[in-house]
């Protein structure tokens, strides 16, 4: 099982990047899915999350209406459309597969994770 995370970068304040993450070894179209993100010296924080079906999406209040999680299960691959970036976004980005069909806005909800891609946005 291996989650890949791709399209991190480094942005100007404004500016806009597109996630990707792209399992393989298993199929997760059955399972909900997560963005999470870590600052240097903070700890881990919920982002989004998608349910199996993509019928339902939430949002952290930080980035509710400028990013947008989307999945195509017939690739494997979850994404998050970032826009609007602000500085206080700058982390490494980590998608992870929750442990059942939905999304939960803790880690403890799942089994698996990528290893992160770094976003760095600059004023």
């Known amino acids: 099982v291996q989650l890949v995370e791709s399209g991190g970068g480094l942005v100007q304040a404004g500016g806009s990047l597109r996630l990707s993450c792209a399992a393989s070894?298993?199929?997760?179209?059955?399972?909900?899915m997560g963005w999470f993100r870590q600052a240097p010296g903070k700890e881990r924080e919920f982002v989004a999350g998608i349910t199996w079906n993509g019928a339902r999406t939430y949002y952290a209040d930080s980035v509710k209406g400028r990013f947008t999680i989307s999945r195509d299960n017939a690739k494997n691959t979850v994404y998050l459309q970032m826009n609007s970036l602000k500085p206080e976004d700058t982390a490494v980005y980590y998608c992870?597969?929750?442990?059942?069909?939905?999304?939960?806005?803790?880690?403890?909800?799942?089994?698996?994770w990528g290893q992160g891609t770094q976003v760095t946005v600059f004023s």
């Open positions: 992870a597969v929750a442990n059942g069909a939905t999304y939960y806005l803790t880690s403890s909800g799942y089994d698996y």
């Open positions: 070894g298993r199929t997760f179209s059955t399972y909900g």
